[in-house]
């Protein structure tokens, strides 16, 4: 395989214009880092021939296929669990697999494949959207329209907007005007309305007018007015039974069937949860039921929603916590406070940071100038002012510190490493500590990034790169202008510009071992 910096760069802004392309907006694939590539168990010179030959693999274990992209030719294709190829590298996109079929595309045109790889839309559409209950939106000359499973055509390309079919309607425009089809494409609900949007439980807010004089109303299935329009001068859309409506500057909350559970008395309302509702009256907050019954007195200066069982409040200046049953269970001694997360909240005393549990014991005392709660890491950033720029460093969940907080930048991995940034006024240097706070790579390298697996790519001042292990352990010496890491393989290609502007690539197991030049 032979890549050159510009190559590489073009790469990188090939994938980028991928997530912002139609595709890219309905593609619900989720990446697990701990599942196996079935790459992995092909003998060892098929994976060196599939390194040679592709420069990205996409592995995600909802896709019968695994995504490729060819170093020749910068086109996507599909090979199989015996990395053959199934679907020809030519595509600029393919999507995932929704219900059995993959979006494509190729020279600005949309198609669809089946799970066996073979095209059941060839690729004549401007966009195509993932399939739902068994239809696909396709946009053809700016109209929209739907295709089903074996490629036709059910809903003919007429309408101004995408159809994305909820409760079986979909929401349609045609000359301006807000109506429902059906998933055969007849017209369920008149043309009629001047906005709309789609279902939902069952339910769906239309409106007539625009702007002051828009009126609201909220229909059934059927086209029937639970709301009749024009009764609210505003609808909000419908979470856990209920939603917002607006009359004459102040707001409440009606139920599906139309009733008004809370009535429009209040200055402001949040849907907090499925049984509880923040409400504003007369500048003080207080907490309703669904059923429009005080649990928590309108009481409070300020307030926040309930997390993990506590709600933040403030009283005059001062912010504390309280349960469901309004009994205080922190006092009222702090300046600001930010909601619980994984049992802990970020505190604020006299311009100071520190952090607490659920019961009020101080984790870490506010004495820093910032504290940021690595969710799910276990451990919160710190930063104190320093004599020319704020210095940050790693603290516990048991306020031990992890990383001394002497440095100008640090990014957290999921891995729990910290890779940490000293800057001067012409470059920076970065080291890296593991989560046990010990100090793999002092503050000395131009790069660092850890690649998954236990491997960490580190460039040298001198720019020249390598693979260590996570025990800080040479891999890959670093000799290198640049290495990729093809986890999907289990091999680096590891590459060396020439002074003709080519580049050579060698090849290593993550043993180490050279496998070919």
């Known amino acids: 395989m032979k890549m050159n910096k510009i190559s590489l760069f073009l790469l990188a802004v090939f994938c980028l214009l991928s997530v912002a392309c139609g595709f890219a907006a309905n593609d619900t694939r989720l990446y697990n880092p701990d599942a196996k590539s079935p790459l992995l168990d092909l003998p060892l010179v098929k994976r060196l021939e599939l390194a040679k030959k592709y420069v990205k693999f996409d592995y995600y274990e909802s896709n019968p296929y695994i995504e490729v992209l060819d170093a020749e030719t910068e086109k996507w294709g599909l090979i199989d669990a015996g990395g053959v190829e199934v679907l020809p590298c030519e595509y600029d996109y393919i999507s995932d697999f929704h219900e059995g079929y993959a979006s494509v595309e190729i020279c600005g045109k949309c198609g669809l494949i089946d799970e066996d790889a073979k095209i059941v839309v ?81 339910l769906a807010q239309v409106a007539f007018g625009c702007g002051e004089e828009k009126r609201y109303g909220v229909i059934d299935r059927h086209g029937n007015e639970v709301v009749p329009c024009g009764k609210y001068d505003g609808i909000g859309n419908f979470l856990y039974g209920l939603a917002e409506v607006n009359l004459n500057g102040k707001c409440g909350f009606i139920d599906k069937s139309g009733k008004e559970v809370v009535p429009c008395i209040y200055d402001d309302c949040r849907t907090v949860s499925d049984s509880l509702l923040m409400l504003e009256s007369g500048d003080k907050w207080g907490f309703l039921n669904n059923d429009g019954r005080e649990i928590v007195p309108f009481l409070y200066d300020d307030a926040e929603a309930y997390s993990e069982g506590l709600a933040a409040v403030c009283m005059g200046d001062k912010w504390g916590f309280i349960d469901k049953n309004n009994n205080i269970v922190i006092p009222f001694v702090y300046d600001g406070v930010e909601c619980f997360v994984d049992g802990i909240a970020v505190v604020y005393v006299d311009g100071k940071s520190g952090c607490i549990d659920k019961t009020g014991k101080e984790i870490i005392p506010c004495r820093y100038d910032d504290v940021i709660y690595r969710r799910g890491c276990g451990v919160m950033e710190v930063c104190k002012e320093g004599m020319v720029r704020e210095k940050c460093g790693i603290v516990d969940v048991a306020g031990n510190t992890v990383v001394p907080c002497r440095y100008d930048h640090i990014v957290t991995y999921d891995d729990g490493m910290f890779i940490v940034y000293k800057y001067s006024r012409k470059s920076f240097k970065c080291g890296l500590y593991d989560k046990n706070g010990k100090m793999i790579f002092k503050c000395a390298y131009g790069e660092i990034a850890p690649l998954g697996d236990g491997f960490i790519r580190v460039e040298k001042r001198n720019f020249k790169t390598g693979i260590y292990d996570a025990s800080g352990n040479v891999v890959v010496k670093p000799r290198y202008d640049d290495i990729l890491y093809f986890d999907d393989l289990g091999i680096f290609v590891c590459e060396v510009e020439n002074d003709d502007g080519s580049v050579t690539c060698h090849y290593y197991d993550t043993r180490g071992n050279l496998l070919d030049c």
């Open 122 to 202: 060839p690729c004549k559409y401007d966009n195509f959207l993932r399939f739902n209950d068994g239809l696909a939106a396709v946009c053809l000359n700016g109209k929209w329209g739907a295709v089903n499973c074996e490629g036709k055509e059910v809903v003919a390309c007429v309408y101004n907007t995408e159809l994305i079919f909820s409760d079986g309607l979909a929401l349609a425009d045609r000359s301006g005007k807000y109506g429902y089809i059906d998933m055969q494409g007849k017209e369920v609900i008149p043309f009629k309305y001047d906005s709309a949007r789609p279902f939902v439980y069952g």
